[in-house]
């Protein structure tokens, strides 16, 4: 099976309609109903956010391996992080994991039939 990739104009939809937002430490995550089999992550760091391309692809790395660790696979939503302050960079490992363990604790409080 091939993997989904979110679309230009999909991405562009969700961030106008959706209003299941999650902002804390300067990350913002997006809900969106699930558009495949699997959910999906799709993580947005501008340039001008972060400028080291080193660091932008760590922190990419490291939400994305939280989506998976932290078993997000099994709700039935696809997730949309934008990283919209430098100081993400400095954040651990261990910050970026509180930061999505807030995100799934609120999508089972919104969904308590789906645990």
Not at 26 to 37: N, R, Y
Not at 64 to 75: M, N, S, V, W, Y
């Amino acid at each position: 099976m091939t993997k989904a990739g979110f679309k230009p104009n999909e991405v562009r939809n969700l961030m106008q309609t959706t209003r299941k937002r999650y902002r804390r430490s300067g990350l913002e995550a997006i809900l969106a109903p699930q558009a495949f089999l699997e959910p999906r992550i799709l993580v947005i760091i501008a340039a001008r956010t972060i400028s080291s391309a080193v660091v932008r692809n760590r922190v990419r790395r490291r939400l994305k391996a939280l989506f998976q660790a932290l078993g997000f696979k099994q709700q039935k939503q696809d997730l949309i992080i934008l990283v919209k302050d430098s100081a993400v960079a400095k954040l651990s490992y261990d910050d970026l994991k509180s930061f999505m363990s807030q995100v799934f604790r609120e999508i089972a409080k919104q969904n308590p039939h789906d645990n």
